[in-house]
């Protein structure tokens, strides 16, 4: 299946790359939307190379190959704090896109 899908990764593969250098992209498919006391919308995640000329979007499993997506802010804010990410930049407007780098300190640990 790698080789049907190798523009692909799994949370697991994510890590990896995330620690040996790659960016995380927060890309908006639908504009957020404040309801009551929560924003909504559609976001998906991509891990970019630096220079930019490889990327991988997040997919639930490799066997299914469905696109992740996050449709509430919690969401998402919630995932991107499970990998380390303290500082948050969020697009709110379809296909505005936020690229998030890794704190070198979690580069080191998981590659040492």
Known sequence: MIEEAPNVVTEDGLRGLLADGYLLEVVCKEAGEKRHNSWYGTWVVRAVAEDGRADKMLVT???????????????????LQEFGFSVLSVPMEDGGRVQHTLPERLQE????
């Not at 640990?109 to 040492?112: L, P, S, W």
């Open 109 to 112: 640990k998981a590659q040492g």
């Open 61 to 79: 499993s490799r066997s299914y190959l469905k696109v992740r997506e996050f449709k509430t802010l919690t969401g998402l804010v919630s995932f």
